[in-house]
């Protein structure tokens, strides 16, 4: 139903900024919720931020609170991630999520049923 490809990754500096992108198909993009979650070798993948399909409703984990900025233009059927002051424990690879139409906003990766390629960020110290 949805095809996701993120964009924007990279090697930064700890205390830079990187914006990720995360291009959608389809003609119900306004209608899904969406979402970033990331993984790092060996871990589980974890929430990282989601935001609704108005953008009226966004989600941030405790640990990128204040850091990280969500956003979508729905006109282009384009979410973003604006990072700031990263950190090496930023490291991972970076997943863009689509829900289903008209599926409430969630923070858990069963709350999102399409899934990108992912995007690798390295933070060095």
């Known amino acids: 139903q949805v095809q996701l490809v993120e964009s924007g990754g990279g090697l930064v500096q700890a205390g830079g900024s990187l914006r990720l992108s995360c291009a959608a198909s389809g003609r119900t993009f306004s209608s899904r919720a969406m979402g970033w979650f990331r993984q790092a070798p060996g871990k589980e993948r974890e929430f990282v931020a989601a935001?609704?399909?108005?953008?009226?409703?966004?989600f941030y984990a405790d640990s990128v609170k204040g850091r990280f900025t969500i956003s979508r233009d729905n006109a282009k059927k384009t979410m973003f991630l604006q990072m700031n002051s990263l950190k090496p424990e930023d490291t991972a690879d970076y997943y863009c999520?689509?829900?289903?139409?008209?599926?409430?906003?969630?923070?858990?990766?069963?709350?999102?049923?399409?899934w990108g390629q992912g995007t690798q960020v390295t933070v060095s110290s």
């Open positions: 999520a689509a829900a289903a139409p008209f599926a409430a906003v969630t923070t858990t990766t069963n709350g999102f049923g399409s």
């Open positions: 935001i609704s399909g108005s953008g009226g409703t966004i």
